[in-house]
């Protein structure tokens, strides 16, 4: 399974971005999705998930309202959009696969992951 991240950049707060994951190599209509990031001397930490129907969402607390996660299954992608960006929101974000298309939201509970796409958030 190879996952390829883009849309990360430098941003403005209170600006947008729209991340994109392409997938390869696995049904991806069948898979769960995940965002995580990671700040500069931080863990990895959850950032978004969605099911394989499409039908669960669950997002962190620190970015609900802000973030909308999505699926194309018809181009095995997946989108973050971020709205209203905060300095916080700085960090490398990793996009993630789950075989079993369950909506879970521990960075152990992603079998394959991409390599992750810089966001910078300037105040």
């Known amino acids: 399974v190879q996952l390829q991240a883009s849309g990360g950049g430098l941003v403005q707060a209170g600006g947008s971005l729209r991340l994109s994951c392409a997938t390869s190599?696995?049904?991806?209509?069948?898979?769960?999705l995940g965002w995580f990031r990671q700040a500069p001397g931080k863990e990895r930490e959850f950032v978004a998930v969605?099911?394989?129907?499409?039908?669960?969402?669950s997002y962190a607390g620190s970015v609900k309202g802000r973030f909308t996660i999505s699926r194309d299954n018809a181009k095995n992608t997946v989108y973050l959009q971020m709205n209203s960006l905060k300095p916080e929101d700085t960090a490398v974000y990793y996009c993630?696969?789950?075989?079993?298309?369950?909506?879970?939201?521990?960075?152990?509970?992603?079998?394959?992951w991409g390599q992750g796409t810089l966001v910078t958030v300037s105040s």
């Open positions: 993630a696969l789950r075989g079993d298309g369950l909506a879970r939201t521990r960075p152990e509970d992603f079998g394959s």
């Open positions: 190599g696995r049904t991806f209509s069948k898979c769960a």
């Open positions: 969605i099911n394989w129907t499409g039908g669960i969402k």
